[in-house]
């Protein structure tokens, strides 16, 4: 508070920040430098599709463990399906023991997406191609980037300029290719896609056009998501069409801990057991293809794709390859996904249509916008020329709550619009509290600048209690509560911090100014 210069430099960072994240807000079609975050809008406000299923295992004799894992299993095949649907973001999230709640904000075609959610898990293993195959179907991509770019939307949205027409062939084929390009410059296998490039690679993988660009035989697909990084780099692998053997000859996959293939290869790993047939099948397969790599493919997503070392005659196989023991686990789960071990039921559907999304939003802009009116237009009759201050710190606080939620990647919904309002509110308080300490010190006799820092100096400890058991409040309710209420709770906890820092470090800022620059025998307070 008293270094000018350090208090300035924080102003001036949070004053960037905010205006960098809120800008694509306020005004389209930024250039390219800016920010490419959106905020993102909950069910409730664009309308889309809530399920919730229920993992019945009533009727079965299973260990508490093996019911745990059942719900695992059907939560890891479920993400996996959404993913390949192309929602952009799905909430999908374990309620209670054995309930899964969906939410598919954007989706409009609901019987596509409930048989999706519902259809039978397909685990499959698969051969990678060869190196040379591999650069036959990347150069065809390639092709089919550079002759296409004009006819597709999204591709002309990936290549985020505004006409295609204006660009020489080659240009069109460096700006329009980088997808590919990441393939051909990574050396060995798994080759990587970054993650800003997914949605346009999926939209591809669906593609009927490139699809039968793809050399016969083949088939590009994505591997699994690094759930410790949800913006890490996927790895994309080429395989055969052709699947050597199915999930429906796996008996059983378990984690184990101790060596694997080598002595070098200690730890968790995943020990695949198949029945009489399957290990014949398997025996043939890894036998004929020494050396190459096998991929573990469920529901067209590539789990891993495993060296093959040695004929495995016994039908057991074990995957190593410096797992930690949840990692392991989790593909464990996956491998075992291809026969469920307790049906999921559908028991409650929800759909909420775009135009009751659009009424909720206008609702709440319009709730905000009067609720933040009322509050300005009180603090600037009441309080006169400090209170127009205060207004300012309100506006600032709700473009910082509106800034951090994009740049976080977090959701806003009717419950969190609910949240922001009352944050309105309670950003003056802070003000309101200090303005009435200044009011005292006037009235006691103390100069202009004695009575500001006196007040905002006393107004101190009671605005940081008041702000942090509010802010405790809300953390607890975030860490316990379901999706509505975690809504409230994120939009809530950002608006306390943002309003402390309008109300004490901003506004302090700007009465400092005040004072400092013309002396003042009066304020307006």
Avoid: C
Avoid at 24 to 34: A, D, S
Avoid at 301 to 306: C, E, K, N, S, T
Avoid at 326 to 348: F, K, S, T
Avoid at 467 to 476: C, P, S
């Amino acid at each position: 508070m008293k270094n000018r210069k350090i208090r300035g430099l924080m102003i001036l960072v949070v004053l960037l920040v905010t205006a960098y994240y809120l800008a694509p807000l306020l005004v389209p079609n930024l250039p390219g430098f800016w920010t490419s975050k959106e905020l993102k809008l909950g069910l409730d406000l664009q309308g889309g599709m809530q399920i919730l299923l229920e993992v019945d295992y009533s009727d079965l004799k299973l260990s508490n463990d093996e019911k745990d894992d059942a719900v695992k299993t059907a939560l890891e095949i479920i993400r996996n399906r959404i993913d390949q649907f192309g929602v952009s973001e799905p909430d999908i999230r374990r309620i209670g023991k054995n309930r899964i709640q969906i939410q598919l904000p954007g989706v409009k075609d609901f019987g596509r997406a409930k048989e999706l959610i519902g259809k039978t898990a397909l685990l499959e293993f698969k051969l990678i191609a060869t190196n040379a195959e591999i650069q036959k179907t990347v150069d065809a991509a390639n092709k089919f980037l550079s002759e296409n770019i004009a006819n597709y939307d999204y591709l002309k949205e990936f290549a985020d300029i505004e006409s295609v027409d204006v660009l020489a062939d080659e240009e069109t084929v460096e700006v329009n290719t980088r997808i590919f390009s990441e393939l051909t410059t990574a050396s060995g296998m798994p080759f990587a896609i970054s993650n800003e490039n997914i949605e346009i690679f999926n939209k591809l993988m669906n593609d009927k056009e490139f699809q039968r660009m793809i050399p016969a035989g083949l088939t590009i697909a994505v591997g699994k998501e690094d759930r410790s990084d949800e913006f890490a780099d996927r790895p994309v692998f080429v395989h055969y069409e052709k699947a050597e053997i199915t999930g429906k000859y796996l008996k059983e996959a378990n984690t184990k801990i101790g060596q694997g293939y080598t002595a070098k290869e200690k730890g968790p790993y995943v020990l695949l057991v198949f029945d009489k047939k399957g290990a014949k099948i398997f025996s043939s397969v890894t036998g004929q293809n020494i050396g190459r790599r096998l991929a573990i493919v469920l529901d067209d997503v590539v789990y891993m794709a495993p060296n093959i070392e040695s004929k495995i005659p016994s039908g057991e196989a074990r995957i190593s390859g410096g797992f930690s023991l949840q990692e392991a686990h989790d593909l464990v789960i996956v491998l075992n996904a291809g026969n469920l071990p307790a049906p999921v039921e559908i028991i409650e559907e929800r759909t909420v249509g775009p135009s009751l999304g659009a009424d909720s939003v206008n609702a709440g802009i319009m709730a905000a916008v009067i609720g933040m009116a009322a509050v300005i237009l009180f603090m600037m009759i009441y309080y006169g020329l400090s209170g127009l201050i205060a207004d300012i710190a309100v506006v600032l606080n709700v473009a910082f709550i509106l800034a951090i939620m994009t740049w976080l990647g977090g959701t806003l919904t009717v419950p969190g619009i609910a949240g922001m309002i009352l944050t309105i509110g309670m950003a003056v308080d802070a003000n309101v509290i200090i303005f009435e300490r200044i009011r005292e010190n006037l009235a006691l006799g103390k100069t202009v600048r004695s009575a500001v820092d006196g007040g905002f100096s006393r107004a101190m400890v009671t605005i940081l209690d008041a702000n942090i058991t509010t802010l405790i409040t809300a953390l607890v309710l975030y860490q316990f509560g379901t999706g509505p209420i975690k809504g409230f709770a994120v939009t809530l906890s950002i608006g306390i911090v943002g309003s402390m820092f309008a109300s004490i470090i901003f506004a302090k800022a700007i009465f400092d100014g005040m004072i400092t620059n013309v002396k003042r025998d009066k304020l307006s307070i």
